[in-house]
């Protein structure tokens, strides 16, 4: 669902009008490959605001019944799986399901395939995307180019074993330690 212009800048603000956004969407649509339908909320996010909390990047899983059985923030595949396939096993109803939410933010698919968006914005996009996210950008620059040998991992549909998360994490916060330096570095 195609809510608001993530990460405007000089190439990309932010949409002036509904017409705006859906041809972003046909394009987004295009660029990534996707090929099923890309739902566009209102001008003024109305279906954003009434079904997802607000969340960033959302995925809502509505079972049979038409009722919400999952909120995924930032779209992790993996949780959006288990939820589906929990969904699946009840017949399609009986939400909620996986817990009902998952408001954790992912980090790890958008650092090594995130890059894309805030680059559509343009240089300030990307700018302000590594200030605000205290170098997420320098660090999805690095995770990009690690794409061939992270991505099996940061890509997955399946869910990871708890042993694996955790050594994630610790590699996650070396990778944001080093990136946060680097920034910091480069404003002095």
């Known amino acids: 669902m195609i809510i608001r212009q993530a990460h405007p800048g000089e190439k990309r603000g932010r949409y002036l009008s509904y017409e705006e956004k859906v041809a972003s969407a046909q394009e987004y649509q295009q660029l990534e490959g996707i090929t099923w339908p890309v739902l566009v909320d209102d001008y003024e996010g109305t279906v954003h605001r009434a079904y997802t909390q607000e969340m960033a990047d959302p995925s809502v ?4 019944e038409g009722r919400v059985a999952f909120y995924n923030m930032w779209t992790h595949a993996p949780s959006l799986k288990r939820a589906f396939d929990e969904l699946l096993s009840q017949g399609g109803v009986g939400a909620p399901v996986a817990g009902g939410i998952d408001r954790v933010p992912h980090m790890f698919a958008s ?10 914005g343009g240089k300030r996009a990307v700018r302000e995307y590594d200030t605000a996210g205290f170098g997420a950008a320098t660090l999805s620059l690095a995770g990009n180019k690690a794409k061939p040998v992270l991505g099996p991992l940061a890509l997955r549909a399946e869910p990871l074993p708890a042993a694996a998360k955790i050594g994630l994490g610790l590699l996650a916060l070396s990778f944001l330690a080093v990136a946060t330096r680097r920034s910091s570095d480069r404003r002095r």
Do not use: H, N
């Not at 899983?61 to 049979?64: E, T």
């Not at 650092?111 to 559509?120: A, E, H, K, S």
């Open 61 to 64: 899983l509505i079972d049979a």
């Open 111 to 120: 650092f090594v395939d995130g890059i894309r968006g805030p680059q559509r």
